[in-house]
């Protein structure tokens, strides 16, 4: 108690000490002067003054907290909404660009095709050309044999049997299949001078065909 009176003289009552002054306030307060009086009630309302700042304080601190803790929740879920944005337009970014593989490999499919048939239908143009030439050298090589069989069968008519006028027709096709040489001229001129001198026919219009019988012995 005198620690409490010593304090109370010098005005230094803080902590357990003012809490014993009050205590003494109130159980004797007869024992107390005026002035102690007026300064245990004056400490008392000065503790509860900063009882009152140290919670308004902690109570600002825990709205600052809140608010802080709030604004990075806001700014974790604005986080959250662009990483998924971002992932979005990725998985939009990887769809696009495999439509656009998957059309570039049907281009390149289309491509391929049509530059393949090209090469298929040059190769068959050349083919078929091959073939039409082919086609004509054996229809000239055909048609050159029978002229030579027409040449043969009137070269034997005229040197082996003297047949001249029943030679003609089948040198006459000889040279109408394309044949046309020397040994073929000259066996028309061999027919030519055997020939029979007939006389001019007379005739009651004009003469467009002349043609042999198959024997060679009349017109």
Same mark, same amino acid.
């Given at each position: ?5 010593y ?21 004797r307060?007869?024992d107390?002067?005026s ?7 004056a ?6 003054r900063?009882?009152?700042?140290? *919670?308004? %304080? ?9 608010? $802080?803790?709030e #604004?990075?929740?806001? &700014?974790?879920? @604005?986080?959250k909404?662009l ?6 337009r990725?998985?939009?970014?990887e769809?696009?660009?495999?439509r656009? *593989?998957? %059309?570039?490999?049907i281009?390149l499919?289309?491509m391929?095709? $049509?530059?393949a #048939?090209?090469?298929? &239908?040059?190769? @068959?143009?050349?083919i078929a050309?091959r073939?039409?030439?082919n086609?004509?050298?054996?229809a ?6 029978l002229?030579?069989?027409?040449k ?7 040197v082996?049997?003297g047949?001249?006028?029943? &030679?003609?027709p089948y040198?006459?096709e000889?040279?109408?299949n394309?044949?046309?040489k020397a ?5 028309f001129?061999t027919a ?5 001198l007939?006389?001019?026919l007379?005739?009651q ?8 019988t198959?024997t060679?012995?009349a017109w």
């Amino acid at each position: 108690m005198r620690q409490v009176r010593y304090r109370l003289q010098r005005k230094k009552v803080k902590g357990a000490f003012l809490v014993e002054a009050e205590k003494w306030r109130i159980e004797r307060n007869a024992d107390l002067s005026s002035s102690e009086q007026r300064y245990v009630d004056a400490s008392v309302q000065a503790r509860i003054r900063r009882e009152q700042e140290d *919670r308004d %304080r902690r109570d600002r601190e825990l709205a600052q907290a809140n608010t $802080l803790a709030e #604004a990075l929740q806001h &700014a974790a879920n @604005q986080e959250k909404e662009l990483a998924t944005e971002s992932k979005e337009r990725a998985r939009q970014a990887e769809a696009h660009a495999s439509r656009l *593989r998957r %059309r570039n490999l049907i281009l390149l499919c289309a491509m391929a095709l $049509l530059i393949a #048939a090209g090469v298929f &239908a040059v190769a @068959q143009q050349g083919i078929a050309r091959r073939e039409a030439s082919n086609a004509r050298l054996e229809a000239d090589h055909a048609r050159h044999l029978l002229a030579e069989s027409y040449k043969e069968e009137g070269r034997r008519f005229i040197v082996d049997q003297g047949r001249y006028q029943e &030679a003609v027709p089948y040198l006459l096709e000889a040279l109408r299949n394309g044949l046309d040489k020397a040994p073929l001229r000259m066996l028309f001129r061999t027919a030519e001078r055997h020939l029979p001198l007939v006389p001019a026919l007379e005739h009651q219009a004009a003469v467009v065909n002349a043609a042999f019988t198959p024997t060679g012995r009349a017109w």
